[in-house]
């Protein structure tokens, strides 16, 4: 009689309980992978001790991977996890919709460095830029450029608020076309085609969206310094000339030189510098 292989395979309680966690915890996917790959490749286990950890924790300590061995899949999984090693730099625009020199580097920097380095910044956006508030119940604010300035602004303030995280992409579009505020919509039925153009109509002619710009007006003001321009960027919060000429420079560069935590791999490239400008 031919004697079976001494492989043990996991108990359905043990495979459900794996199961539960891998849903909820996707990013650990590639480590079961790995852990049943290497069980999978030999025919004959030694017996180990039993581990008395969930999924979850198993890379928590070198302790616990030992146990369990996974400890070489964990040390994988951690070398390709460089980002989650230092917050993000945190990067805040203050701007304008029609502003020319707003609508270059939303579309020649910073959009693209967060395209490329969004695992390693976070961008917060801030339509208002050298607008005033005005004591008028039909004309609340009064722009640079004039009432179209003023409805772009109040239009990306609804975005942002409405669209979550398609928001920045919405914005991207806008400011990047011919006509931004012609763009609006499409952009909208573009990157969140669950949002009704006329939710955004509504925000912007009732209360929600002057609610929203007094908010920008408010944070716009208590800038420390004040703003005298815009683009106006500041990162993790401060302000500075040289990190602003930086970033109208290569913002690209200045998020890798930022980052406190180990450089992805794309921050390795050589910068490149545009011209810069202000309104």
């Known amino acids: 009689m031919r004697r079976r292989s001494s492989l043990s395979l996991p108990s359905v309680p043990q495979l ?12 650990l996917l590639p480590l079961v992978l790995l852990i049943f790959v290497d069980q999978s490749e030999s025919l004959n286990l030694r017996h180990k001790p039993a581990c008395r950890y969930p999924p979850s924790q198993w890379c928590h300590s070198l302790e616990i991977a030992v146990q369990c061995g996974v400890q070489r899949q964990c040390m994988e999984l951690n070398a390709s996890q460089f980002y989650t090693t230092a917050p993000p730099v945190s990067v805040t625009l203050y701007y304008k919709s029609l502003c020319p020199a707003c609508r270059v580097f939303i579309t020649q920097q910073l959009f693209p460095t967060w395209t490329m380095l969004q695992d390693i910044m976070t961008v917060s956006l801030v339509p208002y830029g050298n607008a005033q508030e005005v004591s008028s119940a039909n004309v609340p604010f009064r722009c640079q450029h ?41 952009c909208l039925q573009l990157y969140a085609p669950s949002i009704s153009w006329k939710s955004v109509e509504t925000c912007v002619s009732g209360g929600l969206g002057r609610r929203l710009m007094h908010a920008n007006a408010a944070r716009t003001r208590g800038l420390t310094p004040a703003h ?37 791999p794309s921050c390795t490239g050589t910068p490149v510098r545009l011209d810069r400008s202000v309104c």
């Open 228 to 264: 005298t321009h815009v683009p106006w960027v500041t990162f993790d919060g401060e302000y500075t000339d040289e990190n602003e000429d930086l970033a109208m420079a290569s913002l690209f560069h200045l998020i890798c030189q930022l980052y406190k935590g180990v450089k992805p």
């Open 146 to 186: 004039g009432e179209p300035e003023c409805r772009g602004n109040m239009i990306e303030a609804c975005v942002l608020h409405l669209a979550g995280q398609s928001a920045f992409q919405i914005i991207y579009c806008m400011e990047s076309s011919a006509d931004v505020l012609n763009a609006s919509k499409p």
């Open 16 to 27: 459900a309980f794996t199961l539960i966690y891998i849903m909820e915890l996707p990013q």
